[in-house]
């Protein structure tokens, strides 16, 4: 069968050359009709961290209709091809996914939205020399276990996203406003993030201690914890009215109820990563409200995206309308990177050659929907360091079970409080 | 002393639970002598019942919910035995049946990722997560106190049964001599069934305390697994009165670990299973 297939035919060969003859005829016309771009896509649709990935699908679908007629840059009309790939939220899939897209789909530029795949992708690509552009994880996490080096940054990989710092700097904010006795326990997931958090230089310790904070500290413990009785008897041995440190919703939740049931009764608490999203925040039923949390984005950001000139408010409301979920902080972020990619491609001379469009991204300023990402004058290298701000949850007045509130803009000014910090009350 | 008296008592609640989660694992074994992989997968199933329940059905009582929940899952689990794990028991290599569960896990376990989403779920019990109980200067949890009840009257219960009635009977012969006992009469193929349902209907209440206590998602089950076999192999394989207190020893282990490592998670845990593992073959008693 095979080798009947394989032998040339009369007929084959005939239509073989023919249409060799129109190409070699036409040769503009058969140019202008390959000029694709393909932008490939790595994210988290799926599996642990699918709560980040939850809004990507609807994102895509947006992106798919606006590139639905191509990208006309610097006068030239190219066909958009998008590739996109579920990196189920871990390393190995991610290793698969980076070699599918730089490999074998031969992207011309990567957007990856989880940390796994980050990783997975960075360093394929630029062994490989094609342009990424990654966000959603904290820029040490990314930067740092590759190897960066502020000063010298990567050739062709590129990332957007606030650090790992900003978080604590806003927790600390938020501490100085709510009336407590400065004493602060602390429990840390104990993972490269928790122990980037933890450091006693660069983390928690030393900010605590700069603002005369008594710190409690009971130290990492594992992924698979069930169980804060110990930590819990620490805190209430040192009467601690301010608990934080960096978890995990999975963990918050037991941790949260044997809190309570140990008579322990702190005035706030803010733990990294752990109610990020309103999900993790209605699980605790009726003793959510109050708890504060790092803020990425809110449709309360004055920003308006760079490619449908949406504003935040509105970019929420047609999610909502269309899923009839409530919004995530990941909307904005998501469609950020899509914003970026295209302005990369849009400021490169030629959006298929990577040595042009790496140093258009490593230059690039643009305004999104999540606020500026400035790569041009960044102090570090390859990387575009975005702000954060401190939000509270509180009790929905409208829709929602729990509202976000923005109560501390410290750090990034333009963005308006919209609530008063209040003490937990349990 | 006091602190340590309140740990030792998280410990003791926490190892009820623990035994729970085993339990059914371990009469699936001592029964019909298959390794059910698909344990972990029938715990969270019983939890996502329990919350899909709440969730549609908010003025339903707790208890009420929990008695579904056990019920669905007995069934579930009766069936899959019906379907699946009764045909490849015919096989004489014991390693079919383990495979089928392993699938039958994948299968169930991506179906929930499908229905349900992979996102956590915790059981709301109003105010009974938060209350706690003082007994003089010690402060417990009441939510910890009424699973440890739980547990205990489950293994009461399970104990009496096996002891008093006729499927108990049936339940031992065929435990201790499967071939006399089908000689003897017994229809082999239903009492399989029954165990399986009280198996996954065991399950299911330990998917629904743990949902109570913590929260729940389709990919709990694998880590649930592993504390389901140590508590089986650490209890004696196929003893259910074993099971219990080999929870309640891992339990204390954790809790009580925790209190000069912090960050030991469940090394503890696994290092005294181990050792037991250890003596057990140096004495020569390992099953």
């Known amino acids: ?426 | 002393m006091t602190a340590l008296f309140e740990l030792l008592l998280q410990g003791v609640t926490l190892g009820g639970l623990y035994g729970v989660i085993g339990a059914g694992l371990a009469l699936t074994f001592g029964v019909l002598r298959v390794v059910n992989l698909s344990h972990g997968e029938l715990i969270t199933i019983g939890a996502f019942i329990a919350v899909g329940v709440t969730a549609l059905a908010p003025t339903v009582p707790v208890l009420a919910v929990l008695v579904l929940a056990c019920a669905l899952c007995a069934a579930l689990g009766g069936l899959l035995q019906v379907a699946f794990v009764e045909r490849a028991m015919h096989f004489r290599d014991p390693m079919v049946p383990m495979l089928v569960t392993f699938g039958i896990a994948v299968i169930l376990r991506n179906l929930l990722v499908e229905t349900a989403g992979a996102d956590l779920r915790g059981l709301n019990v109003g105010g009974l997560a938060q209350a706690s109980l003082q007994l003089g200067p010690v402060i417990i949890g009441a939510l910890p106190v009424v699973t440890l009840g739980i547990a205990v009257v489950v293994f009461a219960g399970l104990a009496a049964v096996i002891r008093h009635t006729r499927f108990g009977r049936e339940v031992r012969a065929l435990s201790d001599r499967p071939d006399i006992a089908a000689l003897m009469g017994i229809r082999v193929a239903r009492v399989h069934v029954k165990v399986a349902a009280l198996a996954a209907g065991l399950a299911a209440l330990a998917g629904v305390l743990l949902a109570m206590r913590a929260s729940v998602s389709p990919y709990s089950g694998v880590s649930y697994l592993l504390i389901a076999f140590e508590v089986v192999v650490l209890g004696g394989l196929g003893s259910t009165r074993g099971a219990f207190a080999a929870g309640v020893l891992l339990g204390v282990t954790q809790v009580l670990s925790a209190w000069w490592d912090s960050n030991a998670g469940l090394l503890y845990v696994h290092l005294v299973f181990f050792s037991i593992l250890v003596l057990r073959a140096m004495t020569g008693r390992l099953s």
């Open chain 1, 1 to 426: 069968m095979t080798s009947k297939l394989a032998q040339p035919t009369r007929r084959g060969f005939f239509a073989g050359t023919a249409a060799t003859g129109v190409a070699l005829c036409a040769p503009s016309l058969a140019t202008a009709a390959t000029k694709t771009i393909k932008i490939g896509y790595a994210g988290s649709l799926s599996g642990v961290r699918a709560n980040f990935g939850a809004t990507e699908s609807w994102t895509i679908e947006r992106m798919r209709e606006h590139l639905a007629d191509g990208l006309t840059l610097n006068g030239t009309t190219y066909d958009v091809e998008l590739v996109i790939r579920d990196n189920l939220s871990e390393a190995s899939a991610s290793a698969n996914v980076a070699s599918d897209l730089v490999l074998r789909e031969r992207c011309n530029l990567i957007l990856v939205q989880d940390g796994d795949a980050a990783m997975a992708v960075g360093e394929l690509a630029d062994t490989r020399g094609v342009p990424t552009i990654s966000t959603m994880v904290p820029w040490q996490g990314m930067f740092f276990p590759r190897g960066g080096r502020p000063d010298v940054g990567f050739p062709y990989t590129f990332h957007f996203f606030a650090g790992s710092d900003a978080v604590l700097t806003n927790f600390v904010n938020m501490f100085d406003m709510v009336e407590t006795n400065k004493t602060v326990g602390t429990l840390f997931l104990d993972n490269p993030a928790g122990q980037g958090l933890m450091d006693p230089q660069m983390g928690m310790p030393a900010l605590l201690e700069a603002k005369g904070y008594t710190h409690v500290p009971t130290g990492p413990f594992q992924i698979a914890t069930n169980d804060f009785s110990n930590q819990i008897a620490q805190f209430r041995a040192a009467e601690a009215d301010i608990l934080s440190g960096f978890m995990y919703d999975s963990h918050f939740v037991p941790f949260w109820n044997q809190v309570a049931q140990s008579g322990l009764s702190p005035k706030a608490c803010g733990m990294a990563a752990a109610f990020l999203f309103s999900s993790a925040v209605e699980a605790l039923g009726d003793r959510g409200d109050g708890l504060l949390t790092e803020v990425w984005w809110t449709p309360d950001f004055p920003f308006e995206s760079s490619v449908t000139g949406q504003s935040a408010q509105a970019l929420a409301a047609a999610w909502e309308e269309d899923t009839g979920a409530q919004w995530t902080q990941p909307l904005g972020y998501g469609h950020a990177l899509w914003e970026v990619g295209l302005a990369a491609l849009a400021r490169a001379d030629d959006p298929l050659d990577p040595d042009s469009l790496a140093p258009a991204i490593g230059s690039l300023n643009v305004d999104t929907i999540v606020g500026p990402v400035d790569f041009a004058g960044s102090p570090v290298k390859s990387v575009a360091i975005t702000d954060l701000v401190g939000g509270q949850w509180r009790r929905g007045t409208g829709k929602h079970a729990y509202d976000l509130k923005i109560v501390n803009n410290a750090t990034m000014p333009q963005i308006p409080t919209d609530a008063d910090i209040i003490p937990l009350s349990l």
